[in-house]
T-cell receptor
Framework: GAGVSQSPSNKVTEKGKDVELRCDPI?????LYWYRQSLGQGLEFLIY????????KSGLPSDRFSAERTGGSVSTLTIQRTQQEDSAVYLC??????????????FGPGTRLTVT | KQEVTQIPAALSVPEGENLVLNCSFT??????LQWFRQDPGKGLTSLLL?????REQTSGRLNASLDKSSGRSTLYIAASQPGDSATYLC???????????FGSGTQLTVLP
């Protein structure tokens, strides 16, 4: 079946512009995560969605970052007024989630963001 | 706050050798531990997942172990091949979101 897809695969933007990154999770996966991989910080958690519950935004680095998930499926990560330190690969992952059991997270190919 | 450490940062071995990659985590209250492979410029490929109640998992030439009490996991690769060359990442699932906290990875090179 189809895996997690992300678009665009690459994005180059000028400092100060807003960008939107899209994630399509695996069908039926109720949990969706955004992570960021940068040279200086490694791979770090940004935000988590589970079903219709309020998202866990504890990993967002600043209020310039926001995300939404429409209809429990597609998610969009928005970065406002981009800065050069936002340059990184943004990865999306999805998983099943049921009670106390924790399932494998499946990752998309990522969006490489370059802020010039 | 969960912290994950991987040792060594880089490893180079001749083809055919067996090898062990190490991962340690500071908070033993994990849900599971995942090992990933990442090739240059590519995304993450999941290799093995060990639930917190399990001690080990095997897939082909790969075997991962988990010792929650000591905060350690190892990935054993048998009969290494040049195609195994990649960065290997371990990640612990913890917290209310069960988010993954990643180590910085071990860059493995298998020489033909």
């Amino acid at each position: 079946g189809a895996g997690v897809s992300q678009s665009p695969s690459n994005k180059v933007t000028e400092k100060g512009k807003d960008v939107e990154l899209r994630c399509d999770p695996i069908s039926g996966h109720t949990a969706l995560y955004w992570y960021r991989q940068s040279l200086g910080q490694g791979l770090e958690f940004l935000i988590y969605f589970q079903g219709n519950s309020a998202p866990d935004k504890s990993g967002l680095p600043s209020d310039r970052f926001s995300a939404e998930r429409t209809g429990g499926s597609v998610s969009t990560l928005t970065i406002q007024r981009t800065q050069q330190e936002d340059s990184a690969v943004y990865l999306c992952a999805s998983s099943l989630r049921s009670g106390s059991f924790s399932y494998e997270q499946y990752f998309g190919p990522g969006t490489r963001l370059t802020v010039t | 706050k969960q912290e994950v450490t991987q040792i060594p940062a880089a490893l180079s071995v001749p083809e055919g050798e067996n090898l062990v990659l190490n991962c340690s985590f500071t908070d033993s209250a994990i849900y599971n531990l995942q090992w990933f492979r990442q090739d240059p410029g590519k995304g993450l490929t999941s290799l093995l997942l060990i639930q917190s109640s399990q001690r080990e998992q095997t897939s082909g030439r790969l075997n991962a172990s988990l010792d929650k009490s000591s905060g350690r996991s190892t990935l054993y690769i048998a009969a290494s091949q040049p195609g195994d060359s990649a960065t290997y990442l371990c990640a612990a699932s913890s917290g209310s979101a069960r988010q993954l906290t990643f180590g910085s990875g071990t860059q493995l090179t298998v020489l033909p």
